[in-house]
């Protein structure tokens, strides 16, 4: 059974920049695409960036230069490195992995933009 467990999150200052992973259990990490969601208050889960098994990355127009997903297949790890924060990333940060009809999601992992 795949699970995801993300950690990373926190409270940071505008500016600042957090490192969230997520960590896959099980074989096949490297055939996943894996991705980034974001839920703000009172807002809907968005797609954030993916990375799929052959690295391509898609961002969202609001992240683009300055957050980068990648991944470790020797770790079993996905990463979003997320600079220049600002208040409105203020969300819970959800991993996903996905593959053919398999879907599996993390349990999130605050993220608090504040000064």
């Known amino acids: 059974q795949v699970r995801l467990v993300e950690s990373g999150g926190g409270l940071v200052q505008p500016g600042g920049s957090l490192r969230l992973s997520c960590v896959v259990s099980g074989s096949g990490f490297s055939l996943y695409t894996m991705a980034w969601y974001r839920r703000a208050p009172g807002k809907q889960r968005d797609l954030v960036a993916s990375?799929?098994?052959?690295?391509?990355?898609y961002y969202v127009d609001s992240v683009k230069g300055r957050f980068t997903i990648s991944r470790e297949n020797a770790k079993n790890t996905v990463y979003l490195q997320m600079n220049s924060l600002k208040p409105e990333d203020t969300a819970v940060y959800f991993c996903?992995?996905?593959?053919?009809?398999?879907?599996?999601w993390g349990q999130g992992t605050q993220v608090t933009v504040s000064s």
């Open positions: 996903r992995m996905t593959r053919f009809a398999l879907e599996v």
């Open positions: 990375i799929t098994s052959s690295m391509s990355t």
